[in-house]
Structures are given as C-alpha cells and as structure tokens.
C-alpha cells in the first residue's frame, strides 16, 4: 500500500513546474479581488519596487577589495489605484533591473485604466503612455524628465505618489522585503504573494467588520483564511 502511495508523488521537477504555474493565478486573484471590491476610482498610482531574495550577486564592475555581494531581487511593476478603498489592480514582475516602463505596457495589454487621473514620476514620461492615457480619458499627472519638451508644473495631486511608497513601506515592515528563495522564478511567485495578501486583508478586514465580530475572531478568522487561500492555490494545480 505505502509503495503504490509514493508511486502517485510528484517528482520533485515536477513538483517545482506545478508551483510555477501558480504565478500567473496569484496575478489574477490581484485583479479579481480588486475588480470586485474597488468602487468610485478617482486616481491610479504607477510605481516599481525590488524584493530581495537569497542569491548573492557580485558586483564585478567594482575592482579589487571594493569587489562586493549584494542580494539579487525581482522588479515588482504595481498599478494601485485610490478609490473608495486602496487595492492593487495588478501585479507583474520580472529579473532584477527590468525596464517599469516596459512592464508597465505588459499591464496595460491585461487590463484597462480606469479613474480621472494617472499619477507616476519620471520614469513614466514617454508621449504613447500619454496618448494612451488620453484616449481613455484619464489625466496624466507625471514628473516631467530634465530633457523633456513637454514641461508643465506638477499638480499638488502628484503627492498622492507617496502613498504607493508608504504601502511598499508597509508590506516590507510587515511581510518582509526579501523571501526565501534561491531561484528567480520562485522568488517572483513569492514576492506576488505579498501583494495578494495586502488584498486579501482589505477584503477580509471588510467583512468581518461589517459582520461586527470581535477583535479575537477576527484575529483567528483572517489566520484561518490566509491558510484556506494558500491550500486552495496549491491544490489547484496537485
């Protein structure tokens, strides 16, 4: 009997590809938890961010002792938008040092903007993101590059940035701002993870204050939940 059970385990390749499919399903509970809960969307913030993990690159452009090891990290491209609550709508990541801009329209072919304005900074200052922008209706509120033909003054909403930054300040403090993983594609999956479980506390913060239930349960509610998901995103594929 125990021999016809470890006939039915995955092998360990395999066991590693099914995890690996689980990216592109974290990404889409991002989007559905949003899609589902944000209402009245006045302003989409656009930022990158790094999460570390535990591979140690050297920096061979320094010489002799000054020769260093630093983490290598995964670039997190985040649409977060303000509305009646904050959410992120999407989430995609890619190897260390990725181009956001190009990220950013790797988002855009998977979902539509909405809200009355677009708040980025200077990264973000390229004319077919603006054409694209206007086309949908949305005021771009985006620090202009040094070298820019296009200056205007920045609006008083572009502090609105900070609260991007002060999220990822959040989630980093709280969940941690690396992961355990050696390989790149496990850390990307990880480092959605973060950004999931930022989403779900929203969803689940709102239903059991709605339902009025003590700080105890809720404390025991959010953990059982938080361990139901995961269950369900590795079954899924198993």
């Not at 961010?49 to 990290?73: E, P």
């Not at 993983?181 to 999956?189: G, H, I, L, P, T």
């Amino acid at each position: 009997m125990g021999a016809l059970y470890f006939k039915r385990v995955p092998s360990l390749r395999d066991f590693h590809y099914r995890v690996l499919q689980l990216e592109e399903v974290i990404k889409l509970l991002i989007n559905y938890i949003h899609d589902e809960l944000q209402e009245d969307i006045q302003s989409v913030i656009v930022d990158g961010t790094g999460i570390g993990f535990k591979k140690r690159t050297s920096l061979h452009w320094m010489r002799g002792t000054f020769v260093r090891q630093v983490k290598d990290h995964v670039r997190c491209e985040v649409v977060l938008t303000k509305g009646k609550y904050k959410l992120f709508q999407y989430v995609e990541v890619d190897k260390a040092y990725s181009s956001e801009i190009k990220l950013l329209e790797k988002i855009l072919q998977k979902i539509k903007l909405k809200g009355s304005k677009f708040i980025a900074d200077k990264l973000y200052d390229v004319i077919w993101l603006e054409d694209y922008l206007k086309t949908l209706g949305i005021k771009p509120i985006i620090k202009r590059k040094k070298n820019s033909l296009r200056k205007q003054p920045l609006e008083k909403d572009y502090k609105q940035r900070n609260e991007i930054e002060g999220l990822f300040g959040n989630i980093k403090t709280k969940l941690g701002g690396y992961v355990y993983a050696y390989r790149e594609d496990m850390a990307r999956m990880l480092a959605l993870l973060k950004f999931l479980i930022y989403n779900l506390y929203v969803a689940i913060f709102l239903f059991i204050v709605r339902k009025g239930y003590s700080k105890v349960i809720q404390k025991y509610f959010i953990i059982f939940l938080y361990l139901f998901c995961a269950f369900g995103l590795v079954s899924y594929y198993f």
